[in-house]
């Protein structure tokens, strides 16, 4: 195990190497696809069960589902369960989902980041992993930053969460400036509001087809809870990306990135990788 963790570590560190060191944009998505869109769910929320995964099997697509640990309830574990057996990926958005004071009532103090410090932050993402595989049975998970923020007690747990080796890829909540290369364990992330109408979000993805990047979405509610987004919307997004499976590439996060780092494009000998575009800023998100 330890020998795994070490070389997890490397590998980690010399793929973060190679992806930013270059600008060049992807163009060899699997089967010729001209983009690359990534569809994911944070918190373990009702509607991602009633409304997100149904969709989503209908229209014969897969996501990702970053759960909260204590936001999962045990009627609930078993559809956990089936939905990652149908190809749906679940990941890691840790036990607390600890958030800047900021983000909460002045009263409540008990899941704010700077109430950790690294390592605890740290070993919560650990046992998180360890519910995950109890659910799904799979030994590697990725992760999402919660609020999209990688502090703990002020000091930033992301150059020891790499080090660790508890997670190859990270999913933020940020969206980059035009150019920005792709760093594997700080991956941007798009959002849209309840406002947003699926003409919106379906720009956002013409966007990454004209320029071959790739595009990572991101989701709370769905049709229900909160920051969501309507139902109409998230149906009609997944509509155009089914209508589109020749020309755009769907899966979920880990397998996007497991793709990214094992097929670099090739020019003059020198390997290139995906950078990311920006369409937008992103919205707020929890």
Same mark, same amino acid.
Request: hydrophobic fraction near 40%.
């Given at each position: 195990?330890?020998?795994?963790?070490?070389?997890?570590?490397?590998?980690?560190?010399? +793929? =973060?190497?190679?992806?930013?060191?270059?600008?060049?944009?992807?163009?060899?998505? $699997?089967?010729?696809?001209?983009?690359?869109?990534?569809?994911?769910?944070?918190? *373990?929320?009702?509607?991602?069960?009633?409304?997100?995964?149904?969709?989503?099997?209908?229209?014969?697509?897969?996501?990702?589902?970053?759960?909260?640990?204590?936001?999962?309830? $045990?009627?609930?574990?078993?559809?956990?369960?089936?939905?990652?057996?149908?190809?749906?990926?679940?990941?890691?958005?840790?036990?607390?989902?600890?958030?800047?004071?900021?983000?909460?009532?002045?009263?409540?103090?008990?899941?704010?980041?700077?109430?950790?410090?690294? $390592?605890?932050? +740290? *070993?919560?993402?650990?046992?998180?992993?360890?519910?995950?595989?109890?659910?799904?049975?799979?030994?590697?998970?990725?992760?999402?930053?919660?609020?999209?923020?990688? +502090?703990?007690?002020?000091?930033?747990?992301?150059?020891?969460?790499?080090?660790?080796? +508890?997670?190859?890829?990270?999913?933020?909540?940020?969206?980059?400036?035009?150019?920005?290369?792709?760093?594997?364990?700080?991956?941007?992330?798009?959002?849209?509001?309840?406002?947003?109408?699926?003409?919106?979000?379906?720009?956002?993805?013409?966007?990454?087809?004209?320029?071959?990047?790739?595009?990572?979405? =991101?989701?709370? =509610?769905?049709?229900?809870?909160?920051?969501?987004?309507?139902?109409?919307?998230?149906?009609?997004?997944? *509509?155009?990306?089914?209508?589109?499976?020749?020309?755009?590439?769907?899966?979920?996060?880990?397998?996007?990135?497991?793709?990214?780092?094992?097929?670099?494009?090739?020019?003059?000998?020198?390997?290139?990788?995906?950078?990311?575009?920006?369409?937008?800023? $992103?919205?707020?998100?929890?």
């Amino acid at each position: 195990m330890r020998v795994a963790s070490i070389l997890s570590r490397i590998g980690s560190v010399l +793929l =973060g190497v190679a992806l930013i060191a270059t600008q060049a944009q992807a163009r060899q998505w $699997p089967g010729g696809r001209q983009a690359a869109v990534v569809l994911t769910y944070d918190d *373990a929320l009702s509607s991602d069960l009633d409304v997100a995964i149904p969709a989503l099997d209908a229209a014969g697509l897969k996501g990702t589902f970053f759960l909260v640990g204590n936001a999962l309830k $045990p009627k609930q574990i078993e559809r956990w369960r089936a939905a990652a057996a149908e190809g749906h990926e679940l990941g890691n958005h840790t036990i607390r989902h600890a958030c800047p004071q900021a983000n909460y009532t002045p009263a409540r103090k008990l899941d704010t980041s700077e109430a950790y410090d690294v $390592p605890m932050m +740290l *070993a919560e993402i650990r046992t998180m992993n360890t519910m995950l595989t109890a659910i799904d049975g799979k030994l590697q998970h990725s992760f999402a930053t919660p609020c999209g923020q990688h +502090l703990a007690g002020g000091v930033d747990y992301l150059p020891a969460l790499r080090a660790s080796g +508890l997670v190859r890829y990270t999913r933020s909540a940020s969206w980059p400036g035009d150019g920005k290369a792709l760093d594997p364990m700080d991956v941007p992330c798009r959002w849209f509001d309840e406002k947003s109408t699926g003409a919106d979000m379906i720009a956002a993805v013409k966007s990454a087809e004209r320029s071959g990047g790739l595009l990572v979405l =991101g989701f709370h =509610g769905v049709g229900g809870d909160y920051l969501r987004v309507t139902a109409k919307a998230h149906a009609e997004l997944l *509509a155009y990306l089914r209508e589109h499976t020749d020309t755009i590439w769907v899966a979920p996060f880990s397998t996007v990135m497991d793709y990214v780092a094992s097929h670099p494009e090739n020019s003059g000998g020198k390997p290139q990788f995906v950078p990311l575009k920006a369409t937008n800023s $992103p919205t707020s998100s929890r």
